[in-house]
């Protein structure tokens, strides 16, 4: 996420660097508590399909539960804070790369298998 706001890109922040990612941080954070609705500290597959669809993503129960078992680190089945902010960020870059794609919005895109590993690394989080 640092590297997100070091606008200069001297792999540091300076201190109105850090405001603004500390912001985004606390922004981040109410997000993640109006969807922990068991005030568990940590998302479920439930929790984070109801995020997404609040967020305007028609996402399958059965996808959120493939991005429970990628993001959660401790094999519990729900994701921590760090982790809810980490996937949200990678499915809007991911979002974003193929509706450049999808020219005609037809939800449906035709690319080279290069093309498809370069919009996935240019937004790996």
């Known amino acids: 996420m640092i590297g997100m706001f070091d606008k200069n890109k001297n792999g540091t922040i300076d201190f109105n660097e850090f405001s603004a990612l500390w912001k985004y941080i606390q922004e981040w954070k109410q997000c993640f508590d109006r969807f922990d609705k068991d005030r568990s500290g940590n998302i479920d597959a439930q929790e984070l399909h ?3 669809v609040t967020f305007g993503y028609n996402l ?4 959120c ?3 429970m078992r990628k993001f959660d680190r401790t094999d519990v089945h729900t994701i921590k804070f ?5 996937c949200c960020v990678m499915l809007h870059s991911l979002t974003e790369s193929f509706k450049r794609k999808d020219t005609n919005r037809s939800g449906n895109i035709k690319i080279h298998y ?4 370069e919009m996935v690394l240019d937004t790996s989080v």
Do not use: G, K, R, T
């Not at 760090?82 to 980490?86: E, Y």
């Open 50 to 52: 109801s995020a997404f």
């Open 60 to 63: 399958s129960m059965n996808f």
């Open 65 to 67: 539960q493939l991005i």
């Open 82 to 86: 760090d982790d809810f902010i980490q």
């Open 114 to 117: 290069e093309e498809f590993l």
